[in-house]
T-cell receptor, first 113, second 116 residues
Framework: AQSVSQHNHHVILSEAASLELGCNYS??????LFWYVQYPGQHLQLLLK??????LVKGIKGFEAEFIKSKFSFNLRKPSVQWSDTAEYFCAGSYSSASKIIFGSGTRLSIRP | GAVVSQHPSRVICKSGTSVKIECRSL??????MFWYRQFPKQSLMLMAT?????????EQGVEKDKFLINHASLTLSTLTVTSAHPEDSSFYIC????????????FGPGTRLTVT
């Protein structure tokens, strides 16, 4: 079945640390991948997306993600986190342009000032 | 960018009553809208997909008679929770797809429903 999984439920980092959040998707044909962020009390915002082309995708706020087809992964990275990055991060995938988006379980990121 | 609004943002209702939540795409025409439910500290669970002018497609386990979805125009979809019970208390989020970039969904701010 088509699915998206995030194995880190809660990540705690200090400011200026590097971040990598894992995301894996199941095989199911052509897939479009997304990372969304949900700040406390706010709605979902798109950080970045991958449809095709360069597997290294740069998004807003200094985030990037790399699509590695051989590993079925789309991990989110940021070289130096800030306290304001505290939020819930969701990886999501869509297996065709007409289908629904499937969300991972989310990773809560807490940054110690 | 595309903006999706939801109304109301919060609603409290008594058990047994019905509640309607509106989802509007403000600056684009949404051919497809999605309704999600999010429990505290959990991910978004897709409830149903609605296409303008046709019946909604419900995910497995979602009662279509309890969660009525209407997508009567290209900018408005409504979710009605009928005969609400406390276990229906949740955060309901809609998203809309349409316009030039049909791969992407734009999310509304969500509606917090509390059933007492």
């Amino acid at each position: 079945a088509q699915s998206v999984s995030q194995h880190n439920h809660h990540v705690i980092l200090s400011e200026a640390a590097s971040l990598e959040l894992g995301c894996n998707y199941s095989y199911g044909g052509t897939v479009n991948l997304f990372w969304y962020v949900q700040y406390p009390g706010q709605h979902l915002q798109l950080l970045l997306k991958y449809f095709s082309g360069d597997p290294l995708v740069k998004g807003i706020k200094g985030f990037e993600a790399e699509f590695i087809k051989s590993k079925f992964s789309f991990n989110l990275r940021k070289p130096s986190v800030q306290w304001s990055d505290t939020a819930e991060y969701f990886c999501a995938g869509s297996y065709s342009s007409a289908s629904k988006i499937i969300f991972g379980s989310g990773t809560r990121l807490s940054i110690r000032p | 960018g595309a903006v999706v609004s939801q109304h109301p943002s919060r609603v409290i209702c008594k058990s047994g009553t019905s509640v309607k939540i509106e989802c509007r795409s403000l600056d684009f025409q949404a051919t497809t809208m999605f309704w999600y439910r999010q429990f505290p500290k959990q991910s978004l669970m897709l409830m149903a997909t609605s296409n303008e002018g046709s019946k909604a497609t419900y995910e497995q386990g979602v009662e279509k008679d309890k969660f009525l979805i209407n997508h009567a125009s290209l900018t408005l979809s409504t979710l009605t929770v009928t005969s609400a019970h406390p276990e229906d208390s949740s955060f309901y989020i809609c998203s809309a797809r349409g316009g030039a970039d049909s791969y992407e969904q734009y999310f509304g701010p969500g509606t917090r429903l509390t059933v007492t």
